[in-house]
Structure formats: structure tokens, C-alpha cells
């Protein structure tokens, strides 16, 4: 399964105190839950004192998820699961590509938004092409809605790189895991 994501999660508390959790819990993986209750019941069992000194947490490191995409600092781990299990980017391969590559051309509270605003149907306006490019998006639209008119030799005389160049005015986003159009 490659939409895993795993997180270290730290408390301020242990933090601040130097103390054995400074560093944080062992990497724990969030498709492996199902509610929050189960995590906190996982941080217990590796020794935190949810109710006491590490009573405040926060994302300590994280994996398989676009680091860049939020200042992890203000971003509750509790936050993400529960935003990650409403998007059901944990259950579904697909949204997951498909938040991997938004979150490379927009931030975490952008995708917040999406999910808070339309549950798990946030992905409804956005669509991947997968391993493809600009121009490669270009040459299929072309053909899919000109490709009557500009049958051969007239394809020759058409701009595709500056029609995929274009398309950026109307969405779309060249990312590592394909072009994403964003209505």
C-alpha cells in the first residue's frame, strides 16, 4: 500500500523538559487506526501522560506526506488524522495521489478547507493525469476535442507547447506525480 503515512508525535511538555519522550513516540502509522482514541491509547501504552505533562502534542516528523505543504507547528496531530480519515485518502490509493499532488501546488489549510467544506467528496473538481505532462495533456485534449480539424497535415502547423504552456491559465499544474487540473 504506498498512501501510508506515518508520524512521530511529540508533546511540548517532554519537550521542554529534556526528559525520555523528548524525541518523541515511535513511528506510528495512521492507516493502522481507525479513531483518535486509539492513537492516544497507543501514546499511553509507549509511556506519555496525555493528562499531564504531555498533554499538548504536535507533529514531531512525519512521512510519505508533503512537509512543505503546512508549518507543522500549528498543526494538531489530531487535526491530521481526522482530516486525513474524512478525505479517505488512508483507504483509497487514488486520493491519496491526488492530495499528494494538490499539496504540491497548494497548502495544507487550502486542502483543509476542501475536505471541511466537502467531506470526502473534496476531490470532485480536481483531476489527476497521472505520469503525464503538460504537453503530453496537451497533445491528448488536442486530439480528443480538434482532432477532427486539424487531421494531418494541419496537426504540423499547430502550437502544442505553447498550448500546454497555456493550460496553466486554466488549472493546470505540472507535478511529480502527474498534471493535476484544479476547476
Known sequence: MDNQINIVIG????????????????????????????????LTNQGFILNGIDEELFIQDIENYPIESANWDYVHPKELFELLKESEVLDNEYKFKIMQAYLEVRSYRDWQHLVENYGNDWDCDIYLYSNQTLLDVAYNLVDEYYGDML?????????????????????????????????
Not at 17 to 34: F, P
Not at 160 to 176: N, R, V
Open 151 to 183: 487531421e494531418s497535415p494541419l496537426s504540423n502547423y499547430f502550437d502544442y507547447q505553447k498550448y500546454a504552456d497555456d493550460l496553466t491559465y486554466d488549472g493546470y499544474h505540472e507535478t511529480s506525480y502527474g498534471v493535476i487540473q484544479i476547476w
Open 11 to 42: 508533546s511540548w511538555g517532554s519537550y521542554n523538559e529534556c526528559n525520555d519522550r523528548a524525541l518523541g513516540s515511535k513511528w506510528i502509522c495512521l492507516n493502522d487506526y481507525e479513531e483518535w482514541s486509539e492513537i492516544e491509547q497507543e
